[in-house]
């Protein structure tokens, strides 16, 4: 997800989480804190863990026929990685030394795609893509995606507590790459000092929205909501 820049932290974890995390039963992964100051809502607070989209991509959810008839995880995953072999769409990304940049593609089914060339320091901050699913694989150099393994809520909160184990870090050399659900929330940063990367990512539905997010040891927090016109040319 190509569009908003940020010079993300590779590194947000911290130990802070409070004891009042101690919930006994394992699936609560995270909670509401606050609830919707627009709704009053605490609704969500005990969200499902266990998101099959932090799964290692080979065990990446296989959903043959989604009941959107789009594409499947599978399908996403696999335009990701031979979109990310194919020298041609490659060669058509310019590199710029001190920002990201993108081309759009055509993805399978109806979905969006991008190539995304990140450089050294680059990174999208924490996201989520508003309901949409999508995969990613790095085509040069190396992402590394910090992921949270709780599947959040996408509507009804602004802020959430996050119980501590819920982070995961990935990382995806070239020819690595990833399928993810709708409710996946993440960061992807390139930590290399000096070298570029190149990557492919797809969405599907294409992104009809992009939540942002702050993190503050185990607080994540929601920053802002962008529509498609914000994060574009
Ligand atoms: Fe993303």
Known sequence: ???????????????????????????????????????????????????????????????????????????????????????????????????????????????????????????????????????FATAAGRLTEQSLAAELPTEGWRTLELMEGVDRERDLPAGRGRAFGPHHVHQVVNTSPEGHAVSVHVYHPPLPLLRRYSRDGQVLRLEAVEEPGEWTR
């Open 1 to 135: 997800m190509p569009r908003t820049d940020s010079s993300a932290s590779a590194s947000t974890r911290t130990s802070a989480a409070s004891s009042r995390t101690s919930a006994p039963a394992p699936p609560v992964s995270a909670r509401v804190t606050r609830g919707n100051p627009a709704t009053g809502s605490r609704a969500a607070g005990n969200p499902r863990t266990g998101n099959p989209a932090d799964a290692p991509a080979a065990a990446a959810p296989v959903v043959a026929a989604p009941a959107d008839g789009g594409p499947s995880l599978a399908e996403l995953l696999d335009f990701a990685h031979r979109t990310a072999a194919d020298p041609a769409v490659l060669a058509r990304l310019p590199l710029r030394p001190e920002e990201r940049t993108w081309i759009a593609l055509e993805g399978p089914g109806g979905s969006e795609a991008w190539v995304i060339g990140w450089p050294p320091g680059s990174g999208t901050g924490w996201h989520d893509h508003g309901g949409s699913r999508g995969a």
